[in-house]
């Protein structure tokens, strides 16, 4: 029983972390159809900050932090200023591309400027210690991460429901030129999709630093292909869809870790995508995407 | 068969273009050092992947990111067909269903890799043609890493990261530049075909094609299908001349090279393909000779790991940015010479 429980904290905290980037990918997907593969190297960047503030002997935990989450905002406002908008209005697969060549030119600059290999960081070691929760041994961090997880979902839709700006976006998303039109200004309403995007990959950044506990160029390159798969599933463009599929990937892939013979052990990743593309088949567009026929404006 | 005025264009332009890479194989026959043959030679091999992504791609504007599976798979059922019972013996000495007990002819091995691809691009394209837009893209992506995690896994197949090596030289760079030139003609002919107009036409207004009673998802079929035979050809041109494959170079790293290469040129069109990988494969050469930190004009380049990574990246951004249609957009090289428009 307790092995049962121990798992499914497995899953959710897999899944929350699936579910924090895929929300990032999606927030940005929603408004300018833009499927960011960069997103991973502000994951890095994130990363790469908090072994700059460790040459620079801060450990304030705080600082660490901030900085990191600080740092992959403004990286993702960067992005967005210097690469995405000259491909603002472009088909799906310009953009796409685009955001191929800005993420191999971020890995091979971490590789150029940094070093090839991981560098330890172990500023946030202290966030990881066993605590007992109704009778199960589980890690604080995967607490932590599914905690962080719901409050960034309320946050997320207070924002959306509650505010002008999250109006906007919501609007945005479904008809961009009518948002324009009636006075908003687009540049702010994609700074800001950005913005939640870098926070999002900011928070998931501390996350997978506390349990790898070093950074490499490829930091975020595997999370974020299984983000864009929980996204695909979920209905990409669909914030809940994001959130759905985050979970569903970290539930797939604890049960294959569990289920799969030791020998099999490798290959995890072809079951885990392999069933994946079944729900794909069986739903193309996705569980939760919204049903609109081909031509339809929205 | 009677051509109409488009595909006879396109076969000038097919001509044309097969002038320049014949020039390019004599050039490099008669001239060249045995290394810079080699790399020639793989520039070809990128040429014949790079024309085999144009025929999914380029016609169904669908991005696939799988192709270097595919071409994975054909360069090694042609590589394990091949290869000599006695090599096979040591490299693969605990293969299943007796694998290592046999070996093919290069032809048969060869019309075998195409085959097995085939029916492997044709399940699961069945897939792929259900989906859309970016779905097919993480779908793709999907297969690359299925595909990938096989070969790693199975190390009593495929050796993993190891190499498989001992595999006959079967290929010379004459048999590549025929092959390059054969594949010119047929990807052209195939743009300019029914199949590869209603393919476009679907790509710019898939409602309407679709009212104009285009079967859509058969022909991306097709095209998927055509494209993966392409690709293990490629493959099983790379295995037959260089004598060792591993998993490596079909993943990430050659997948964004040969993207690249497809974009630069301009993937609507064949002169798009022929042209980006000829630039990139020069380009990426001088790129990399700098990397290494050598001696120029007296001053002494320190060593800069990963700059080829970077202007790769930076060729796919400015390219995006500034062209999004490539370099030759929808121009064929024809156009240039020839009067009038289709």
């Not at chain 1, 029983?1 to 929300?23: C, D, K, P, R, T």
Request: glycine share 10%; aromatic share 10%.
């Amino acid at each position: 029983m307790e092995y049962v429980a121990q798992q499914v904290m497995n899953a959710l905290a897999f899944g929350a972390e699936y579910a924090l980037i895929a929300l990032g990918l999606a927030i940005v997907f929603s408004i300018m159809g833009l499927v960011n593969f960069a997103h991973g190297e502000v994951i890095a960047v994130g990363g790469y900050t908090m072994v700059a503030f460790a040459a620079l002997a801060l450990s304030n935990p705080f600082i660490v932090i901030g900085g990191a989450i600080a740092a992959a905002v403004l990286m993702s406002l960067t992005l967005e200023r210097v690469a995405f908008r000259p491909v603002r209005y472009a088909d799906p697969t310009t953009g796409l591309l685009t955001a191929f060549g800005v993420s191999i030119i971020l890995q091979n600059v971490f590789l150029l400027v940094v070093s090839p290999r991981p560098v330890a960081v172990t500023s946030l070691y202290f966030l990881d210690w066993p605590v007992r929760l109704m009778g199960v041994q589980v890690s604080s961090l995967q607490v932590f991460e599914a905690v962080t997880t719901v409050l960034v979902i309320i946050g997320l839709m207070l924002f959306l429901k509650r505010t002008t700006l999250g109006l906007a976006m919501r609007a945005a998303s479904l008809d961009f030129e009518m948002v324009r039109m009636v006075g908003v200004r687009s540049n702010r309403v994609f700074a800001m999709a950005f913005m939640v995007s870098g926070l999002l990959a900011g928070l998931a950044c501390i996350f997978i630093m506390a349990r790898r506990g070093s950074v490499d160029p490829h930091l975020g390159f595997n999370p974020v292909l299984k983000a864009f798969v929980a996204c695909v599933v979920g209905g990409f463009g669909s914030l809940p869809g994001a959130v759905l599929g985050g979970f569903l990937l970290g539930a797939i892939e604890v049960a294959m870790l569990v289920l799969l013979p030791q020998e099999y052990g490798g290959m995890k990743d072809a079951f885990v995508f392999g069933i994946i593309a079944l729900v794909l088949v069986w739903r193309p567009d996705g569980i939760l995407s919204p049903r609109t026929e081909k031509g339809d404006k929205i | 068969m009677i051509l109409n005025p488009s595909q006879k264009r396109g076969l000038v332009g097919a001509a044309i273009l097969a002038a320049v890479l014949i020039a390019i194989g004599l050039i490099v026959t008669y001239f060249g050092s045995r290394y810079q043959l080699r790399l020639v030679y793989s520039a070809f091999v990128n040429l014949l992947v790079v024309l085999a992504m144009q025929v999914f791609m380029g016609n169904a504007r669908l991005t696939n990111l799988s192709h270097s599976a595919f071409m994975g798979i054909g360069a090694y059922v042609a590589a394990i067909c091949v290869t000599p019972v006695t090599v096979k013996a040591i490299s693969l000495p605990d293969a299943p269903w007796g694998l290592n007990t046999f070996s093919l002819d290069p032809v048969s091995s060869a019309v075998l890799a195409i085959v097995i691809t085939a029916v492997l691009a044709l399940i699961i394209g069945l897939f792929v043609v259900r989906l859309t837009g970016s779905g097919v893209t993480i779908f793709s992506l999907a297969v690359l890493v299925i595909v990938h995690s096989v070969f790693l896994y199975r190390t009593d197949i495929f050796k993993g990261n190891q190499a498989f090596f001992g595999i006959p030289q079967v290929f010379s760079l004459t048999s590549i530049v025929v092959l390059s030139v054969i594949v010119v003609f047929l990807v052209r002919l195939f743009r300019e075909s029914r199949w590869g107009i209603q393919l476009r036409a679907c790509a710019d207004d898939e409602v309407g094609a679709a009212a104009m009673g285009v079967n859509i998802r058969r022909l991306r079929l097709i095209a998927w299908v055509l494209s993966a035979v392409l690709l293990a050809v490629a493959g099983i041109a790379y295995a037959f001349f260089l004598g060792t494959i591993s998993a490596r170079p079909f993943y990430f790293n050659h997948v964004f090279l040969t993207l690249a290469m497809l974009i630069l040129g301009g993937m609507r069109t064949v002169t798009g393909a022929v042209l980006g990988t000829l630039l990139i494969s020069f380009g990426l050469e001088c790129v990399r000779w700098l990397e290494t930190g050598p001696v120029l004009l007296g001053v002494d380049l320190p060593e800069v790991l990963g700059l080829s990574g970077i202007a790769l990246g930076v060729v796919i951004v400015l390219t995006m940015a500034l062209r999004p249609g490539g370099i030759m957009g929808d121009y064929e090289i024809e156009d240039f010479l020839l009067k009038g428009q289709e």
